[in-house]
């Protein structure tokens, strides 16, 4: 499901999107949007994650096992 929003941007921002629209970077402007936004989420994620893990781990082998995950895991859908 989706839902239509309005945002009000400054005219240099929208020149920008209308370019990356005009070059086909995507799809459209909702398109560009809804990746910006999807990418600050995931930012806004990593940050607590390492917030979190800096508060728990102590000892520098604590955190092995998700760093060797993490070396497995495919960035294919990062932009």
Known sequence: MTRQIAVRLPDEL???VDEVVGEGRA???ADLVARALEH???RI???RDIEL???TATE???L??????A???PLDDLD
């Not at 092995?64 to 995950?69: D, I, N, P, S």
């Open 45 to 47: 994620l990593a940050e």
């Open 71 to 73: 070396a497995r895991t």
């Open 53 to 55: 893990l800096s508060r």
């Open 14 to 16: 929208v020149s920008f």
């Open 40 to 42: 600050e989420r995931r």
């Open 60 to 62: 520098p082998d604590e």
């Open 64 to 69: 092995a096992g998700l760093a060797e995950h």
């Open 27 to 29: 799809a459209s402007r």
